[in-house]
């Protein structure tokens, strides 16, 4: 019996939906940075750019990939839960960047708002998933 290879590097889904997560991503940072609602004061080339390119360029996508990896193995009601599950962590690790001084919010920003907000992110990404990855794929 031949074994079935792994196709989540050749589904161009997982591309698809990488670039537009890191351009959302992207998008939503310049927005809110730019709104005054959180900076980032520790960031490379703070010169050129106001949000942390690092994390766009490099932790975004890979957390992406994490994402869509777990999620690929899950049913319908395991992705809802990973979603909120992920959503908590990362509200989490929020507030824990603020005490190293990586990210800064303004005095107004509430919390809640990042748990709702990484909630429709993670669950925007699986949608742009489900719809670009091939019909035969795991």
């Known amino acids: 019996m031949q074994k079935k290879p792994f196709q989540f590097w050749t589904n161009p889904g997982v591309i698809v939906t990488v670039l537009v997560a890191t351009l959302i991503g992207t998008y939503l940072d310049l927005y809110f940075v730019g ?3 959180y900076s980032f004061p520790a ?4 010169d050129s750019f106001t949000i942390h390119v690092g994390f766009t360029l490099i ?7 994490v994402f869509l990896l777990i999620c690929q193995k899950l049913n319908v009601i395991g992705k809802c839960f990973a979603v909120i599950v992920l959503a908590a962590i990362m509200s989490v690790f929020e507030k824990l960047s603020e005490l190293f001084g990586l990210f800064v919010h303004d ?15 993670l669950s925007l ?5 489900e719809l ?7």
């Open 35 to 37: 709104k005054g609602l």
């Open 43 to 46: 960031r490379p080339f703070s």
């Open 59 to 65: 932790g975004l996508p890979l957390m992406v990939i």
């Open 107 to 121: 005095p107004s920003w509430m919390h809640v708002y990042s748990f709702f907000g990484y909630a429709i992110y």
């Open 125 to 129: 990404i699986l949608i742009v998933y």
């Open 132 to 138: 670009t990855k091939k019909p035969d794929s795991c």
